[in-house]
T-cell receptor, first 115, second 112 residues
Framework: DTEVTQTPKHLVMGMTNKKSLKCEQH?????MYWYKQKAKKPPELMFV???????INESVPSRFSPECPNSSLLNLHLHALQPEDSALYLC??????????????FGNGTRLTVT | AQSVTQPDIHITVSEGASLELRCNYS??????LFWYVQSPGQGLQLLLK??????LVQGIKGFEAEFKRSQSSFNLRKPSVHWSDAAEYFC??????????FGTGTQLKVEL
């Protein structure tokens, strides 16, 4: 059982749609992350939130908009995506950021397909 | 800059055989090292971690890894592989700072 919950599991959206990915953790972690993973590749960091503030944006296009309403929740708002944005989107959390020796805990991801 | 190399893209072993997945890292000081496993369509699950102390670390699902500073390696081992171990395995290094560096992954196939 994963302690980081992501919804939905699968999402198909057109290039003009607006949708949101959601992530929730109840481990009391203060840092939350969004990663993008293409097939047969390792995850790539997109955003990091620490204490509900955006700490890192890895030059992600503005069609991806993160939001951290509170320390347990992380959203990723999607608008005007391109087919190449189709990927597995993984949420993760860690006790602190910088991580020190605390590992990341990953959710099972949202499989996004942009048509 | 830190880096991780997983030399084997694919490995195939027979069920019941032993397994060793290789990981070499580059980092200026003692790194924090992790192994994660990813089953198809799933997220990443932490298998084990090394921060300091005993260089042989035990993880979940019967896995272990040995940190060898002289060889800059952190190889993952399992004495007897089960069919359910078929998955992608990622070695990860961090200096405890802002970035985790992932290896490119090793795809494990288990023959019955």
């Amino acid at each position: 059982d994963t302690e980081v919950t992501q919804t939905p599991k699968h999402l198909v959206m057109g290039m003009t749609n607006k949708k949101s990915l959601k992530c929730e953790q109840h481990m009391g972690h203060r840092a939350m992350y969004w990663y993008k993973q293409k097939a047969k590749k390792p995850p790539e960091l997109m955003f990091v939130y620490s204490y509900e503030k955006l700490s890192i944006n890895e030059s992600v296009p503005s069609r991806f908009s993160p939001e951290c309403p509170n320390s347990s929740l992380l959203n990723l708002h999607l608008h005007a995506l391109q087919p190449e944005d189709s990927a597995l989107y993984l949420c993760a959390s860690s006790q602190d950021f910088p991580t020190g020796n605390s590992p990341l805990h990953f959710g099972n991801g949202t499989r996004l397909t942009v048509t | 800059a830190q880096s991780v190399t997983q030399p084997d893209i694919h490995i195939t072993v027979s069920e019941g055989a032993s397994l060793e997945l290789r990981c070499n890292y580059s980092y200026g000081a003692t790194p924090y090292l992790f192994w994660y496993v990813q089953s198809p369509g799933q997220g990443l699950q932490l298998l084990l971690k090394y921060f300091s102390g005993d260089t042989l670390v035990q993880g979940i699902k019967g896995f272990e890894a040995e940190f060898k500073r002289s060889q800059s390696s952190f190889n993952l081992r399992k004495p007897s592989v089960h069919w359910s171990d078929a998955a992608e395995y990622f070695c990860v290094v961090t200096g405890g700072g802002n970035k985790l560096t992932f290896g490119t992954g090793t795809q494990l196939k288990v023959e019955l």
